[in-house]
């Protein structure tokens, strides 16, 4: 565009960030991207992908101890090396870094390894060297940073996620403070790969905004493979000794600890960001406030992904940017559909989950009608774990549709990415029971529930 160094300057390299500036350059905008940290931003780099690298790490200690039912014999002791994991994933995530990279030069997206502000509507600057440049559109994809609790005395001792996927050496043991997805995933994580765990949440219940019984079944499960939940208080104070943390809490309690690992919710990215000098109105956690389109109230500046706080994820912040190329620069105005979003917690056990839970639900006014079932799993069966697979249906008493679907057990996040299309496609019950069984598996339970649940008298 006349006047302009660039027709699209997107700041921050993540996943909305990277996706929006390939698509828009695709259309043949000038387009520039500016990244302080690392190409690829919290999903690849410290987020989902270095995360499940090591959950599939500490799942290896189960199956170890369930082969023995299966036949087999181990030829000693199993041992894990935490340097070789975290040296293991850093290479993937080298890797993984280098092709985002290389992707955005293929599609003549110009990269500028900086941090970048705004002076003001159309101007730039970047941090290293220090100088300015103007774009007609600017998109702001800075996404979310992590929380810690300034006022705690001694926080100065926690680490957050970003610093557990580089830890120099396990800790004996650990205490992960938080309750959301993050908090517990860590948890599961540090227990599997043999860490004493302990989860301090302040809230009643783990999870919140999953559906109960999720909530009930993911906490006896984590209780019984270990795991110390702790509910309804938090931490008064760390002190650092000789031998490690010591930790109060407020209820009076004292937990000695290897380490502390704070995961209590993340917050948008905009501080420091000039947002002001622009005129870009933010809401009340700091999150940039936009519209269906991701636009904010100063026209040419749009912001997508977690630094808008609608729904923190990977594939969320993916479509958004893809949406604002779409629309922008396509000329194909494009709305994202926030709703029917199928998410996993992976725990071990996991869970996966799409669509209304029975609460929402419920409390919408809506009558609906409930099918659950719980079993152990086939391969329990020999291998002697104790762990229950739950599986809900939410079902729409009028409709007939299923509004949600919810499971925990192995392989649940799997099994609800394709649930995720049936409800997408409005499918009722009476299509789920007209489909065939896959046996034996687990999922085939979803296509089997035939009776209504009916709550305890
Ligand atoms: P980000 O990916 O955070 O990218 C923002 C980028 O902007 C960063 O690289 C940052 O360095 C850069 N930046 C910020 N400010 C500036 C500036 N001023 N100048 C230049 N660069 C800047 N989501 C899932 O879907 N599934 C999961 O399993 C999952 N697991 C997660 C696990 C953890 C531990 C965490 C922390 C997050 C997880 N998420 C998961 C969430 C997911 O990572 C985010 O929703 C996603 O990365 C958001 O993308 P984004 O583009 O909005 O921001």
């Not at 993540?14 to 929006?20: E, F, I, L």
Request: net charge neutral.
């Amino acid at each position: 565009m006349a006047g302009f160094d660039f027709d699209l300057f997107v700041i921050g390299a993540g996943s909305g960030g990277v996706r929006a500036a390939r698509i828009a350059a695709s259309y043949g905008a000038k387009v520039a991207i500016a990244e302080e940290y690392r190409i690829g931003g919290t999903c690849v780099i410290r987020g989902c992908v270095p995360k499940k690298l090591l959950v599939y790490a500490s799942r290896f200690a189960d199956e170890f101890e369930e082969s023995a039912g299966y036949g087999w014999t181990l030829p000693g002791e199993p041992t894990f090396d935490w340097p070789t994991l975290i040296a293991n994933k850093d290479r993937e995530i080298a890797r993984l870094e280098g092709i985002y990279k290389a992707n955005l030069e293929r599609s003549g997206v110009t990269i500028f390894k900086t941090r970048a502000t705004l002076d003001d509507p159309h101007t730039i600057r970047l941090a290293s060297p220090d100088r300015t440049v103007t774009a007609a559109h600017i998109l702001i994809a800075s996404g979310g940073t992590v929380n810690l609790d300034p006022a705690l005395p001694g926080i100065e001792h926690a680490i957050t996620s970003n610093e557990a996927f580089h830890l120099s050496h396990l800790p004996k043991s650990i205490v992960v403070c938080g309750g959301g997805y993050i908090a517990v995933e860590f948890a599961s994580i540090f227990h599997g790969l043999g860490v004493e765990t302990t989860l301090l949440y302040r809230g009643e219940k783990i999870l919140r905004g999953f559906d109960e019984d999720m909530r009930d079944g993911l906490t006896k499960a984590l209780t019984r493979h270990g795991i110390k939940v702790i509910t309804g208080t938090v931490l008064s104070a760390i002190e650092k000794h000789p031998a490690g943390l010591h930790l109060t809490l407020k209820s009076g309690a004292v937990i000695n600890t290897g380490q502390v690992m704070f995961a209590i919710g993340r917050s948008p990215n905009t501080a420091g960001l000039g947002l002001d000098k622009a005129g870009v109105h933010i809401g009340t956690k700091g999150q940039i406030a936009v519209n269906a389109f991701s636009q904010t109230n100063v026209a040419h500046i749009h912001a997508v992904g977690d630094v808008t706080d609608r729904i923190n994820l990977t594939p969320i912040a993916i479509r958004e940017g893809h949406a604002f190329a779409d629309t922008v620069f396509g000329k194909k105005p494009t709305e994202v559909d926030h709703t029917t979003i199928p998410t996993a917690v992976f725990t071990t056990p996991e869970i996966g989950t799409v669509g209304l839970t029975e609460e929402v639900a419920r409390a919408s006014g809506m009558p609906i009608d409930i099918y659950k079932a719980a079993f152990r799993p086939m391969k329990s069966t020999l291998s002697g774990a104790q762990d229950r697979m739950i599986m809900k249906l939410v079902v729409d008493q009028m409709s007939r549709k299923v509004l949600g679907v919810h499971v925990l057990g192995p392989d649940a996040g799997e099994i609800i990415q394709m649930a995720a299309i049936a409800l997408k496609l409005g499918a009722t019950k009476a299509d789920f029971d007209a489909t065939v069984a896959l046996h034996p598996s687990a999922a085939e339970e979803l296509v089997t529930m035939r009776e209504k649940w009916t709550p305890p008298a």
